[in-house]
Nanobody, 115 residues
């Protein structure tokens, strides 16, 4: 049984920073690609960043240079460091693990960027 628990979402002013965390249980964490997605009202869920087991990363153009994804395999945790936040970053952020047979999602954590 796979479970993903996200934390770190908050209300923050434009230009501020947040660090999201996702702890994964019930899986061999180090073998699989991990991703962060986000969804805002009226929009499709979109990929923000992902990271492979060997550390290769990929970012959406809208967050390049501002966000950093990382993983700590010993702690079964993936992080998303978000700097210089903008109002358009407001969304529910979801953690994802992709296995060969299925994909699992966390419950989401709300990030609101507003003055």
């Amino acid at each position: 049984q796979v479970q993903l628990v996200e934390s770190g979402g908050d209300l923050v002013q434009p230009g501020g920073s947040l660090r999201l965390s996702c702890v994964v249980s019930g899986s061999i964490f180090s073998l699989y690609r991990m991703g962060w997605y986000r969804q805002s009202p009226g929009k499709q869920r979109e990929l923000v960043a992902d990271i492979t087991g060997d550390g290769s990363t990929n970012y959406a153009d809208s967050v390049k240079g501002r966000f950093t994804i990382s993983r700590d395999n010993a702690k079964n945790t993936v992080y998303l460091q978000m700097n210089n936040l903008k109002s358009e970053d407001t969304a529910v952020y979801y953690c994802q693990i992709r296995k060969p047979s299925s994909t699992y999602w966390g419950q989401g954590t709300q990030v609101t960027v507003s003055s």
